[in-house]
């Protein structure tokens, strides 16, 4: 028999949950019943009782970052529970990863009940930033300067467009963005041509 507590002087009605065969009893619990259950064991002259108790199962979770970008990192971290083993060897909470793979880890409580959770990770391939545009331009004249790459640009002479008018040889450089929050940066100098001086020599007489 089987009764389930659910307070000092407060039980359930008995219950057969199970079979028994020989000395083993086996029970079967529908998924979502907890609680404090008193198997009550029984033999032609004599009855034992233990106590169990039966708790919700036990759910985890990996929060953080799955695509990183070239040379960086991601922080994953495992929710709840007390002790972490991670398929990294580690056994901190939160760990940082810089290579693309699975990691799984397997979170425990303090009473013993513990669940694995899963996240693959990628690395991004990352933006290529180009600046295309003449190379140089004669003294008083400008040139445009077109960033490619990304969705977002910043040069180093304060502009956010991809577009930009140069008429200085300062070298220019921009930082391109991508959609995964990746950057390449790329640089290009104008060339600035001096005036020609024009003359005519010959002689002035007829």
Request: with cysteine.
């Amino acid at each position: 028999d089987l009764v389930r507590s659910r307070g000092l002087g407060d039980v359930y009605k008995r219950q057969t949950l199970g079979s028994t065969v020989g000395t083993s009893a086996t029970v079967n619990f529908n998924p979502g019943v907890t609680g404090v259950f008193n198997f009550i064991f029984n033999s032609v002259v004599c009855s034992d009782t233990v106590m169990v108790t039966v708790m919700n199962a036990y759910t985890t979770s990996i929060i953080g970052d799955n695509t990183f970008c070239p040379g960086g990192f991601v922080d994953l971290s495992a929710s709840g529970g007390s002790s972490f083993i991670w398929s990294t060897g580690a056994t901190d909470q939160t760990i940082q990863v810089s290579s693309a793979g699975t990691y799984r880890v397997t979170v425990s409580d303090g009473s013993g009940c513990s669940a694995t959770a899963s996240i693959v990770v990628t690395q991004s391939t990352g933006p290529t930033a180009s600046i295309s545009g003449n190379n140089s331009v004669c003294n008083g004249g400008s040139v445009t300067f077109t960033a490619s790459g990304g969705i977002n640009y910043e040069w180093s002479s304060g502009e956010t467009i991809p577009i930009i008018s140069v008429s200085d040889d300062v070298t220019r450089i921009v930082t391109v963005t991508d959609a995964n929050g990746c950057t390449d940066t790329a640089e290009k100098t104008l060339i600035i041509h001096s005036e020609p001086i024009a003359s005519i020599s010959g002689n002035n007489e007829k």
